[in-house]
């Protein structure tokens, strides 16, 4: 997944500085864009995800129009170091009032960062989202699960028409079906390739777990350009006698496959857009604010929230009785364990894994797609309640918790390892969508 940039220069033509430059960022930008022969500003070249300026000088003013023409972002990295130089602000700040989309980053990491975006951009134009379910909201907790949104046509609607992802709805009854007539035999050979911890589990439901992550595989196979895979795994858990977690994280690890719990594709195609531009850890999990009170607590079956300065600015995360689905590369601990929630199978299995402590990112695309929400937070510690539905759950600290319950968009939410808020400016402008911070 590589954008492909074309330089351009001036009628003044290409001097030293100019060729210099462009061998620079051939290696810099190696991993992350194929930058075409330099051409005349005004040539066109099929194929493109956004001019690059090597060098950008007093013409620039003069040659708004065919800057223009091209339709098409405008990066300028001029520096020896990657980055913008500090006298082209002049240049950048005329060049926006004439309405182009201009990025001018001031650190190599995000001029990676904006061409991972426009990498992801073009190669999301065709890709799939793979999700397996038959009668969405109407089995387990149907009074909760009826209510979301990532199940409406509309939902995958917005996210064709802003993205070209198509959502592939499959039978997850057939998948299931399929992941039990695997023969042990052939999960426990899977097995023996993978070092993974495991606590506590029985071996019929490591089995079940590893055949679910064959009956996948399988599926995934069948496809071309699969960004990311989900599954209504609670709503309709009668369907199976596991659940997909081990999946999820055998998927990223070997195919580098993303993941949507609960078939939840808004919170899926928000990972993408955090993951593929920052090559940074990445999760979806439940927030539980404690301004939320006793609705919160019930949900997760605890007495009350850790004893903490300024609880109003805290929040609980929580999903499926531990943290959330975090795959080892990203994990500072992991461990297979048997299942917590009551509504899923006797047999299936949970995660318990955590992120490192310290800053995170919260981050939301919204229903219609065209906007997100961000917040910064940090990682505090994590929290065990015994005989909950959080055994083990994250303690994070947020700037404003009043603004946080106010803007969120959803109980879901996706973790960016790091404050990312400053660079997830730049690839909100990629895909023409609006951020809001909290």
């Known amino acids: 997944m590589k954008a492909t940039l074309l330089p351009v220069y001036f009628a003044s033509g290409m001097d030293a500085e100019y060729r210099e430059q462009v061998l620079r960022l051939r290696e810099f930008l190696r991993n992350e864009a194929e930058i075409t022969d330099p051409v005349p500003l005004g040539n066109v070249v099929p194929g493109v995800d956004a001019l690059l300026f090597p060098q950008v000088l007093g013409e620039a003013y003069r040659s708004v129009a065919a800057i223009q023409a091209y339709r098409l972002p405008v990066l300028i990295v001029t520096s020896p170091f990657g980055t913008m130089n500090m006298w082209d602000w002049e240049i950048v700040t005329y060049l926006k009032a004439q309405g182009l989309s201009v990025f001018a980053p001031y650190s190599l990491e995000l001029t990676k960062t904006i061409v991972r975006a426009l990498a992801l951009k073009r190669h999301a134009q065709g890709a799939k989202f793979l999700v397996f379910q038959d009668n969405p909201g109407e089995g387990m907790q149907a009074e909760i699960f009826k209510r979301f949104f990532w199940w409406e046509e509309e939902c995958r609607k917005n996210i064709a028409e802003t993205f070209g992802i198509e959502v592939v709805v499959k039978s997850f009854r057939e998948l299931a079906q399929k992941a039990q007539g695997i023969p042990d035999a052939a999960a426990s050979a899977e097995w023996q390739q993978w070092d993974i ?46 659940t997909p977690c081990l999946a999820w994280d055998m998927l990223f690890e070997r195919y580098g496959i993303l993941w949507a719990c609960e078939a939840d594709i808004l919170s899926l195609l928000t990972e993408c857009l955090m993951y593929f531009p920052f090559r940074a850890p990445v999760m979806m999990t439940n927030i539980y ?26 929040a609980l995360l929580a999903h499926c009785g531990y943290f959330g689905i975090v795959p080892r590369p990203f994990a500072q601990s992991f461990c297979v364990r048997r299942k917590v929630l009551r509504i899923v199978d006797e047999n299936a299995i949970a995660l318990d894994a955590r992120l490192p402590e310290g800053s995170v990112t919260l981050v939301k695309l919204h229903p219609s797609c065209k906007k997100m929400v961000a917040a910064w937070g940090n990682l505090e510690g994590y929290v065990q309640y015994p005989g909950s539905d959080c055994e083990n759950g994250a303690l994070l600290r947020v700037r404003d918790g009043y603004r946080l319950v106010e803007g969120l968009y959803s109980h879901h939410v996706c973790l960016l390892g790091g404050a990312r808020i400053p660079e997830l400016r730049s690839v909100a402008r990629v895909f023409g969508l609006e951020l809001e911070e909290l």
């Open 289 to 314: 604010p404690f301004l939320m009170g006793e609705a919160a607590l019930r949900h997760e079956r605890i007495e009350r929230f850790p004893d903490v300065p300024e609880p109003e600015h805290h």
């Open 197 to 242: 911890p495991v606590a506590g589990v029985p071996e019929r439901s490591l089995w079940s777990a590893v055949k679910m992550y064959l009956a996948l595989r399988e599926e995934l196979e069948k496809h071309e350009n699969v960004l990311g895979m989900g599954i209504n795994c609670l709503n309709e858990s009668f369907f199976s006698d596991t």
